[in-house]
């Protein structure tokens, strides 16, 4: 079935991120490196339940079969769990997905999976534990680690686990990395470092292209996989010699927008066409009542009209992001 989120270069959105938080308990140096600093929001002023359920039963109702909640760090919600419930609830979402640091996983993964959960994906940036604490600041490793394992003890059946590709930093270290996923059913994807408008001297020391490593695994018989309609940006690669998959996520090769099918909403009700773009369509006041879908649905769709072809990073513009946790990554 076609989706009725279709944009004006025929570009249809089957999945959708949205933001539960911006609050993160991680200062990651190329996100937040002084840490979380409160803003104008407050956490009462985050969506709630009720606003994320009707937000996705809109989104749904247009086409949406995928939700991948975000923040910040989202589990830090009190009421993760109602949420993952709330959103569950509605048949059209085949795909609950959560992007987590992983700090919560070991306690309550089990949890989130009997709520409703059917993805996760865990940030990672070093398999070496002094470097995972230089780069989150939080010396919380093995925590991680077993957080995966406990994840897979739940019936996990995949876990996908990012990592931002820095040259100098972790680039080098592919052959661990594979090491790492060749027994387990890890889907290891490398996003490339993106320039946000806090981070420039950071990305200008630090961009390294996926392509390198596109280059590597290719030599090395590592296989192209085709992309299916509710995935993420990831070109995913496998190898019959290894349980593990590595996806590459590169916003700076050419027509990297031509394939987009998400779309983003914030922590604060906004909806965003594109994670470097500007502005943002409010669209809480129509979250207050049931009775208001309609008129949710028809500002959404109106939204999309606006959507740009591309978001225009290769030409050094980063939009309003000032970094990745304020909707969401």
Not at 300 to 305: G, H, P, R, V
Request: charged fraction near 25%; hydrophobic fraction near 40%.
């Amino acid at each position: 079935m076609a989706s009725q989120l279709t944009d004006a270069f025929a570009r249809q959105f089957f999945y959708l991120r949205l933001s539960i938080t911006d609050v993160c308990n991680f200062r990651c140096t190329y996100c937040l490196p002084d840490g979380y600093k409160p803003g104008g929001v407050t956490n009462n002023g985050f969506l709630s339940v009720a606003e994320v359920r009707r937000i996705t039963r809109a989104f749904a109702a247009m086409g949406t079969e995928k939700v991948r909640l975000t923040g910040g760090e989202p589990s830090l919600r009190r009421d993760f769990i109602d949420i993952v419930a709330a959103i569950r609830e509605n048949d059209a979402i085949r795909q609950i997905a959560v992007t987590t640091n992983g700090y919560r996983l070991a306690r309550d993964v089990a949890q989130w999976r009997d709520a409703g959960l059917t993805a996760l994906n865990v940030s990672v940036d070093s398999l070496d534990a002094r470097q995972f604490h230089a780069i989150t600041g939080q010396d919380k490793f093995h925590q991680v680690m077993e957080g995966i394992d406990a994840a897979f003890a739940a019936g996990f059946d995949k876990v996908k686990v990012n990592t931002v590709l820095m040259r100098d930093v972790n680039h080098h270290q592919l052959d661990t990395f594979l090491a790492w996923i060749k027994p387990r059913r890890i889907q290891l994807r490398f996003i490339e470092l993106m320039e946000t408008g806090e981070g420039n001297d950071l990305f200008s020391r630090h961009h390294i292209s996926g392509m390198v490593l596109r280059d590597e695994l290719l030599k090395r018989g590592w296989i192209h996989q085709l992309r299916q309609r509710s995935d993420g940006p990831a070109q995913v690669f496998c190898h019959p010699d290894y349980e593990g998959e590595i996806g590459l996520i590169m916003p700076y090769e050419k027509d990297f927008c031509a394939s987009c099918n998400r779309l983003r909403v914030s922590s604060v009700g906004k909806l965003h066409l594109c994670l470097f773009g500007d502005g943002g369509v409010d669209l809480r006041d129509l979250l207050a009542e049931d009775a208001q879908q309609q008129a949710l649905e028809a500002r959404i769709s109106d939204a999309l009209m606006h959507k740009k072809q591309t978001h225009f990073l290769h030409q050094g513009n980063t939009g309003i992001t000032q970094n990745l946790s304020y909707i969401g990554g």
